[in-house]
Nanobody
């Protein structure tokens, strides 16, 4: 499985950004996909996750501001987008896309996800 993120950058508080993730080399099995972020010196935390059957979850910190969308292509690849609105300085972090094989419920638990991209930086200035 190969995972690549794009779309990070710098924006002022209140602005918007859209992140994209491309996953390839998938098998014909259920996958959950998710966006996670990591602050310096901290563990990964969930931003949004989506299951193979359409389940979507958000933590309270992003609910109502972030929207995740997923497109599965021919069972061997998928894209996952994250539209981020009303960004805050505390959203500044490295953002990662990740996949969990044989998953359907898309829990907000980064330790369950085994395939990760290299991340893209999001910086929000006040």
């Amino acid at each position: 499985v190969h995972v690549t993120e794009s779309g990070g950058g710098s924006v002022q508080a209140g602005g918007s950004l859209r992140l994209s993730c491309s996953a390839s080399g998938l098998e014909d099995i259920p996958y959950c996909m998710g966006w996670f972020r990591q602050f310096p010196g901290k563990d990964h935390e969930a931003v949004a996750t989506t299951g193979d059957g359409g389940t979507t979850r958000y933590p309270d910190s992003t609910k109502g501001r972030f929207t995740v969308s997923r497109v599965d292509v021919a069972k061997t690849s998928a894209t996952l987008s994250l539209q981020m609105e009303n960004l805050r300085p505390e959203d500044t972090a490295m953002y990662y896309c990740a996949l969990d094989a044989y998953c359907t419920l898309a829990f907000l638990r980064p330790e369950l996800y085994e395939s990760w991209g290299k991340g893209t930086q999001v910086t929000v200035s006040s």
